[in-house]
């Protein structure tokens, strides 16, 4: 019987609820989606007198070499590389070489001057007058390829 009163003075305890326990795993929570956070702020610059498409895509925005695709002229981070005929078109000596040697070193360049994380690929973020002819945009796709650009995002206009 004397095990008996034992038992229930342990039994007659009021229970309380530990939150030690229950704070650190919260804490270790806050802790990991505070580091897994990613938040980056893109200075992106529209470059004047360009009509973009449309497009109500919701994907992320990633940086990379900015590349403008006027009427006139191509541009690699604002700085003029290539005048454009009338229209917006290549002349012609460069669909001959099937690139545009002036475009490709400028784009090297600027991808040497990149920082990026190991295994992170090498973007360019075009900029394109929506009344330029393929092929001028194919041009110059083709010759950021072989600037070592493999990876292209085009700017539309958010819908």
Do not use: W
Not at 139 to 154: K, N, Q, W
């Amino acid at each position: 019987m004397g095990m008996l009163k034992s038992r229930r003075k342990i039994g007659g305890k009021k229970m309380a609820l530990q939150l030690t326990s229950l704070l650190d795993m919260f804490t270790i929570i806050l802790v990991f989606l505070m580091v897994s956070f990613q938040s980056a702020d893109e200075d992106f610059v529209l470059h004047s007198g360009l009509e973009l498409p449309g497009s109500s895509a919701k994907s992320p925005f990633k940086t990379g070499v900015n590349l403008a695709i006027t009427l006139e002229d191509i541009l690699v981070e604002g700085a003029k590389v290539v005048d454009l005929e009338a229209g917006g078109k290549v002349p012609g000596v460069y669909h001959e070489k099937g690139k545009i040697d002036s475009l490709v070193a400028a784009v090297e360049n600027r991808l040497k001057g990149l920082k990026r994380k190991d295994g992170e690929e090498n973007v360019v973020v075009i900029q394109a007058d929506e009344k330029l002819p393929y092929k001028t945009i194919h041009i110059v796709m083709r010759s950021a390829a072989y600037a070592g650009a493999y990876r292209f995002r085009l700017v539309v206009e958010k819908e």
